[in-house]
C-alpha cells in the first residue's frame, strides 16, 4: 500500500470520527499549542564499535587461517572445483593441495570510529483543542533531525523504512537523516461513562514499567536511542501509534471495560548499519514484503479492569499481529560463474537449482560478508542464530545448497558420504570456509520480516499494604501481571522457513515503596520489577538461539530455565524538585546488565536538562546486551519548551 | 465624638478569659448562631472594635486604607506571621475593606441553608468521624460544628466539604516565584472536587447512593507547559478519616494510569511549586491522620474573605494586581477585613512519622469556618511555610457569577503560599478558564464521568 493510500485512509478515518460526533450545539472551540526543542546527545564513553556494523566487526582488520586448507578432502574438493572452473574457461586462484592457495583470510581494515550514538535535534508540537462540550483534540508532530556525525559504514540511512511507501509509520515522512510524524492525531468523545478515542494513537496497558507484559498493544520505535533513552521515562518516545479506535466504558464506580481496534503498524528496528543495528550486516532484511501481507491487518483488544476493595485486577485478552518481526531466509537471487552457479553435480542427480534459488550471495565489495566460520559463528550467536543449525536449515530448504553439502559429503565434509547434514561445530567450521573459498569472496544474505497472527490473554492485580506508619510494608504496593500468548510463533534459531512455535507464558512481579529516610528531603521511590518469559528473553529471541559463540553452540542451558530479569530503580527529588538523580538497574540472569544513573535539572519553566549514563555489559552472549554492550554512552538532552 | 460601649481591652480580655475558660461559643455580645439563622446579619455578636478596622486600631488605619511596611506594626498582632513578614520586609500591600456582616455574602447559599437547617445534629462516633447523631450515617451537609467546641470540630468543617460545594472544577493559574523575585515556573492546573455524602444541592438528599463509604472524588491535572501537561491524579476519599485516600496516577511518560500510594503528602507535586498536598484548603489530609488538635487562641484577625474576585477582568486575572517581591511580581492587592473572630488551631501530622512538618497552625474564621490563614513550622519547630487563601463572593458590582437559584458564587479566589526559609512564593488566581478549555465550574453534572475517574485521568492525560 503506497503512502498516499494510507495517508488517505487516516484522513477519512478522522473525518468520518469527526462528522459523525460534532454537537450541533458546539462550545466556543479552544486550542491551544505548546511544544519542546531538544538538542539529544549521547557521546560514547568505551572505544567499542558495533559488533554488527562492518566497523565493529571482531575481526574487522583481523587475518585468520583458512580451515579449509587443514582438511584433506576440503582442500581436494576446492580443487576439484577449481579444475572444472578452469575447464569452463574460468580463472584458477590457486591449488591447495600444491599450496599455492592463500593460507589465510583477511578482513578489509575499515577505519571508522563512531564516537556518538545520538546527536539529533528534535522538536515536538502539541496542539490541543476543545471542540465541544464532550469533544476534543489532539495532535502532536514530532520532528527530528539528526545531522550525519557519525563516522559510519556505508552511510546508512537512519529514518527511512520501507513499510508505507518510504515510510515506516502512517503518519510521516522522512529521510536518511530526519523524520516528521504525528505520533497523536486523535479526537476524544466523551459523555457520560463512555470515552471514545478516535485516530491515531498510542495504546498502553498494564502497570508493569520496562517489562511489557500487559502493554501488547503497540510495538516499539527503535530508530532513535534504541530503549536506552532516559529510563523515568519508559517507552513513551519508542511506543508506536497508528490510526484507530479506543472505546472505554464505565460501570458503577470501580469497573472499566475498553475496547480497542487498531491498524496494524510494525515495531521498527534500526536500519542496517545505524549505530544501534542489531543484526548481523551481511543479512539484509525485506521488511516491505512481510508488512505488504498484513497491512490491512486490525489489531483489537478487550480488557476490563476494577476494584474489588483494596485489589486492583485487569483482564485483558489481545488478537494481534505479533508487531515484531521474525525472520526467515528468502533467496537471494545471486550468481555465479561457470560450475558454481548450478546445478551442481550430485550423484544420482540434484535438485536441479540455481544458485540465485538460495540466500546467499557475494559480497562485491568483500568488505563486510560472511567469510570464515570465526564470523560466521560470531555473528550468528550474537543475533541469537544457530550458526550450525542454519547450515542445516539451508540443506534442508533449499535445493542447490543441498546439493552443494551432498558435493561436500563426498569429501568428507559432512556427516557421512551422501548425507548433506553437519552435526559439530568442527564441521561447521570446515564447511563455512569451504563456501567462502569456493565462491571466491564473502557471502551476504538476503531475510524477510514476517508478522505472526497470535492471541494474548492475561491478568493483573495490584494490592496496597497498610501498615505502621514509616515501616516497611507500610503503602507497600505490589503488582502482578502475566499473560498466556498460546501457539506463540518465534524466529527459529536456525532461519528455517518453520517457525517455532509455542506457548509462551510471560509474568511480572513488582513491589514499589516511596520511603521518605529523612525529613529534609522528598521520599525517596524505590520498584523491583521481576519478569520470568518461558520461551523468549525481553528482545523476542526463542531461547533456544541463545547461549552460543564464536566456538561454542547455543544450549546451555537457557531453553530450559526460560528468562529472567530483575530491575530495580529508584528516584530521589531534592526539595523543590529542581534536581531530580535517578538510577537504574536492569540485570539479566543471563548474564549482563544494564545501569543508567540519570539527573534531571528543571531551573526554570522553560528550561530543562536530563543527564544520564547508559553502561551496558553482558558476560556472554545469551545476554539481551550482548548486541547493545558496545554502545556505552553519556546523553545530555537540552530542553527548551514554548 | 464616638463613644464605645466595649474598649480594645474589652474584647481582648473576653477572648482570652474564653480561652481560659474553655467555653467556646463563637460570639462576643451575644452567640454567634442564632444570629446567622435569624437575621443573617452578625454584626449584633462584636463590639464596634471587633467590626471596624478603624475602632480597633484607634483610628490609625481606616476602611480603604492600603496596609503596608508603614502602617503594618498597627495590625501587626492580627495578621499570621507570614504576612505580616510579607508586608514588613517584601513590599507587600493589602487593602482594608469593610467587615462583612452579612453571612450570606460568606458562603455558597445552600451551604449555609445546610448548614442553618443541620446545626446540632453532628457527633463523633468511636473511631473519631462525624455523624448524622440521629441515625449514625455520614454527615448530611453543611458546617456540621458551626458553633465549634474544639479543634477538631473546627477541622471537621474544613475537611468534610472543602469547597463548600457538591462540585467544583476550578481552572488555576499557578505562578512561582523565586528568591530573587522572577517568576520561574508556571503551571496551568485544573482541580476538580465533588462531594459523594454531605450534600446540599442535591435534589435526592445528602448522599449520593453507592457512594456513602467515601467523603469524595477529587482530582488534580495538568494542561501547561509541555513537559508536565496531562499528569493527573485521581484522589478517591474514604468517608473514614483515619484511612489515606486511594490514589491514581496517569503520567505522561508511561502513557497509562497506575495506582499509587498516598502517603507521601509533603513534597511539591511539580518542580518550583510551594503547595504540598497537605496544604490543600489548610485540611488537604484525612482528619484522623493528624491529631493533637487544640484551640491556641481567639480574637480578631485580618484575612480575606471579600472584594478579591475580578470579574470584569479577562479570565478574571489579577495580574493588574500584582506587586511586591523583588520584581513587583509576588502578590496579588487583595482586599482583607477584620474578622471579628478567628479560631486558632494547632495540630500534629501523627500519621506521618517522617513528616518535614512539625504542627501546622490555622485561622478559622467562625463566620463561616473558612481558613483564613494557614502556616506550618518545621521540625524544629521553626516558622516555614504558609498558605493564605483569599474567598470571596463572586460579585463585583452588577457583575456576578450566579449559582442555579440565582444567588451569587463563592469560593475561593486565590492562595499565597509562601517558604520562607528559601523565600520561594507561589500564587495561584482562580481563573475563569485555563489552557485546553478547561472553564470553572460548580455542580457540574458531568465532572464524575469527565474528570473524576481512571478512565477521566487517562483521558485528560493523552
Partial sequence: MNIKHQAGLTASVLALSASALISPSAAAFDASVSGFIRQEMAYKIGGDQNPNNPNGNPLNGKTVPNTVLDHPGGCALLDALTLLTVAQGGEAYGSCLLGTMPPNITKPFIDNENDWNVFATRAQIDIDMNISNNMTGRMQIRGYYQPDVFDDYGDPNLFTVNNHGDEATYLSISGSNYMVDMPMAYIDYAKGPLWIRFGNQQIAWGEALFF????????????????????????????????GVRASYTFGTDWELEVFAQMFQPTIIPNRGSP?????????????????????????????????????????????????????????????????????????????????????YLDESGEFGFDSWRHWFGSTSLAGIDGLGLLNTLIEEYGFLDDAFTLFSYFGLTDGFGDPNVSTIEQGRYIVDTLATAFGGPLRAGGQAVYTAENIYGLGFNYI??????????????????????????????????????????????????????????????????????????????????????????????????????????????????????MSILYDLNGGFFMQPAVRYKPSNTWSVEAFANIIDASNSGSIFASTEFSDDFTVRINYQF | ?????????????????????????????????????????????????????????KGKVQTGDIVDASNVEFVKDILDPVSYLQISQQGRRIRIA?????????????????????????????????????????????????????????????????????????????????PEGDVEYSYQIGWCEKNTVALVSNPDGPYWE????????????????????????????????????????????????????TNQRFEPLVPGITFFLSDAWGAGDPMLTWGNYKIVGRGPFLGSQSGSWQGDKENWSKDHLLHGGKKGLNFFEVDFQLCPEVIVVEAEPLGFPRAPVSKKRVWIDVRNMANIGYVTYDRRGELWRSFETGFAQQKKGDLANLDAKGNPEWTWSYVHAMDVQTNRFTRFNHAKSIKGGLSASFNNEDAYSKYLTVQAIRRLGA
Avoid: C
Avoid at chain 1, 532484511?285 to 486492583?312: K, S
Avoid at chain 2, 463613644?3 to 467556646?24: E, P, V
Avoid at chain 2, 485521581?234 to 497509562?256: H, S, V
Fill in chain 1, 212 to 243: 511489557r507484559v500487559a502493554d501488547v498493544a503497540n510495538g516499539l520505535d527503535l530508530r532513535r536511542h534504541l530503549f536506552l533513552d532516559f529510563g523515568a521515562e519508559e517507552y513513551a518516545d519508542e511506543r508506536l501509534s497508528s490510526p
Fill in chain 1, 276 to 360: 544501534y543495528s542489531f543484526l548481523p550486516y551481511p543479512f539484509t532484511v525485506d521488511f516491505e514484503t512481510g508488512f505488504d501481507q498484513v497491512d490491512d491487518a486490525i489489531n483489537g483488544g478487550v480488557r476490563l479492569q476494577g476494584q474489588i476493595g483494596n485489589l486492583g485486577v485487569q483482564f485483558f485478552a489481545v488478537s494481534r499481529h505479533n508487531p515484531d518481526p521474525i525472520f526467515k531466509l528468502v533467496p537471494g537471487n545471486g550468481t555465479a560463474e561457470g560450475l558454481l552457479n548450478g546445478p551442481l553435480p550430485v550423484l544420482g542427480g540434484g535438485s536441479g537449482e540455481l544458485m540465485g534459488s538460495q540466500p546467499f
Fill in chain 1, 465 to 582: 499494604f497498610y501498615a505502621e506508619p514509616d515501616t516497611f510494608m507500610d503503602q507497600l504496593v505490589l503488582r502482578f501481571e502475566g499473560s498466556y500468548t498460546p501457539d506463540k510463533k518465534f524466529t527459529d534459531p536456525s532461519l528455517s522457513s518453520d517457525f517455532i512455535v509455542s506457548d509462551e507464558w510471560i509474568t511480572s512481579v513488582t513491589i514499589e515503596k516511596y520511603q521518605r529516610f529523612t525529613d529534609a528531603f522528598p521520599a525517596t521511590f524505590f520498584i523491583f520489577e521481576w519478569m520470568h518469559k518461558s520461551e523468549s528473553d525481553m528482545l523476542g529471541r526463542h531461547l533456544s538461539g541463545l547461549g552460543g559463540d564464536r566456538n561454542h553452540l547455543p544450549g546451555g542451558g537457557e531453553d530450559g530455565r526460560g528468562w529472567d530479569a530483575l530491575v530495580f530503580a529508584l528516584q530521589q527529588p531534592f526539595p523543590d524538585l529542581k534536581w531530580r538523580i535517578d
Fill in chain 2, 1 to 57: 465624638m464616638h463613644i464605645r460601649k466595649y474598649d480594645y481591652d474589652y474584647s481582648r480580655r473576653f477572648f482570652m478569659d474564653k480561652l481560659a475558660k474553655g467555653t467556646m461559643g463563637a460570639g462576643v455580645l451575644t452567640s454567634l448562631l442564632p444570629l446567622m439563622g435569624n437575621s443573617g446579619d452578625i454584626g449584633q455578636a462584636y463590639p464596634e472594635e471587633l467590626t471596624n478596622i478603624e475602632a480597633y486600631t
Fill in chain 2, 98 to 178: 469593610p467587615t462583612t456582616t452579612d453571612i450570606t455574602e460568606l458562603y455558597p447559599r445552600d451551604y449555609l441553608e445546610a448548614t442553618l437547617r443541620n446545626q446540632g445534629m453532628a457527633s463523633f462516633d468511636n473511631t473519631g468521624n462525624v455523624v448524622h447523631t440521629p441515625d449514625g450515617k455520614p454527615w448530611i451537609g453543611g458546617s456540621p460544628f458551626p458553633d465549634p467546641k474544639s479543634g477538631i470540630e473546627a477541622f471537621a468543617n474544613m475537611t468534610l466539604s472543602w469547597g463548600r460545594h457538591d462540585t467544583a472544577v476550578y481552572a488555576v493559574e499557578d505562578n512561582d516565584i523565586g
Fill in chain 2, 210 to 261: 453507592g457512594h456513602e463509604d467515601k467523603l469524595r472524588y477529587q482530582s488534580v491535572w495538568f494542561n501547561y507547559p509541555n513537559d508536565v501537561k496531562g499528569t493527573s491524579f485521581l484522589n478517591i476519599w474514604k468517608y473514614d478519616q483515619r484511612e489515606f485516600p486511594d490514589l491514581f496516577g496517569y503520567l505522561p511518560a508511561f502513557k497509562r494510569v497506575r495506582r499509587f500510594p
